[in-house]
């Protein structure tokens, strides 16, 4: 992960950060972080059946779809 920390005196508005325009004439110090994609392609979240197959085992057990679906319906068996 990369970081850059800037330290300067805004002079006018950034267009881009338009929550920086209160501190306008203020010393400010910005910190840019580097994010890492998440899984899957074009950084979209992959799909459960994805992230399943890059887990060790199945820590959902053969019935999580059954169940995930009971409780998204409110119904317990």
């Not at 392609?41 to 887990?55: F, K, T, V, Y």
Request: proline fraction near 10%.
């Amino acid at each position: 992960m990369n970081a850059l920390r800037i330290r300067k005196k805004l002079d006018s508005p950034i267009p881009e950060l338009p929550e920086l325009t209160p501190m306008i004439g203020e010393v400010v110090e910005i910190i840019v972080v580097e994010e890492t994609a998440p899984a899957g392609e074009n950084g979209c979240i992959p799909s459960l059946e994805q992230l399943r197959s890059e887990l060790p085992g199945d820590p959902f057990g053969s019935d999580f779809e059954t169940t995930l679906r009971e409780w998204r319906t409110g119904y317990h068996a």
